[in-house]
């Protein structure tokens, strides 16, 4: 049985240990990036419709200003931000099944949005958004990667992919759970397999990597 390596930041990162260690999996955790706060300045609520969400990071680290924000709907990408919004005391008004344009595909095109994004945002699918950042994702620089040879890694976003690209010694043993197409071709090839979850959510990705750590690593 292969180890399971984790890569995504915390708090995202403790949830994903903890869920695969309920289903079994031998866990190695190792973050490549650390999400830190943005100053930034809350604008007019008076000048929007809605609050567009899509991270939870954005609720975690958006701060005292968030609660100018406080009587805007919230239209949320998945389950895990709009959770993340109502904890906040935030009013969810619709949440996505699916990334962010599927989400802005369910909404009617006149809604004035303010997305409150990370520093590298997603693709809106061509929809015209004011945006704020509120929070980043930075790199670590020595993040202590363990040989990857015989693990399934679990990636858990675009960044993470091309990050692991570029410090990945032997990856030919080495097989990949990608929680989209995108995050797949981030990360580059050469290695055993790639596959993508049914999904893009946590829970999708790990059933896929919970596959893959029954299989073997090629001899």
């Not at 935030?90 to 996505?96: I, R």
């Not at 095109?109 to 929070?135: I, K």
């Amino acid at each position: 049985m292969r180890r399971l390596l984790l890569l995504r930041p915390e708090p995202g990162l403790s949830a994903s240990v903890r869920r695969a260690r309920e289903i079994g999996l031998d866990v190695i955790a190792c973050p490549l990036f650390r999400v830190e706060p943005i100053a930034w300045t809350a604008p007019d609520p008076g000048g929007y419709d809605g609050l567009l969400l899509t991270s939870a990071n954005a609720v975690r680290h958006g701060g005292p200003a968030l609660g100018v924000l406080q009587e805007l709907p919230v239209h949320a990408v998945g389950a895990a931000t709009a959770a993340a919004a109502r904890d906040a005391g935030l009013a969810v008004a619709s949440v996505g099944q699916g990334n962010v344009a599927d989400l802005l595909a369910t909404l009617p095109g006149n809604l004035r949005l303010l997305h409150l994004s990370g520093q590298h945002h997603r693709p809106t699918g061509g929809r015209a958004l004011d945006r704020r950042v509120v929070y980043r994702s930075a790199a670590i620089e020595d993040p202590g990667l363990p040989p990857l040879g015989g693990l399934a890694i679990a990636v858990h976003s675009r960044r993470a992919g091309a990050r692991l690209g570029e410090l990945a010694d032997d990856r030919t043993r080495a097989a990949i759970a990608a929680i989209s197409q995108a995050t797949a071709e981030a990360a580059g090839h050469g290695w055993e397999r790639v596959d993508v979850a049914e999904r893009p959510d946590d829970a999708s990705l790990l059933a896929l990597v919970a596959m893959l750590c029954h299989t073997s690593p090629p001899t």
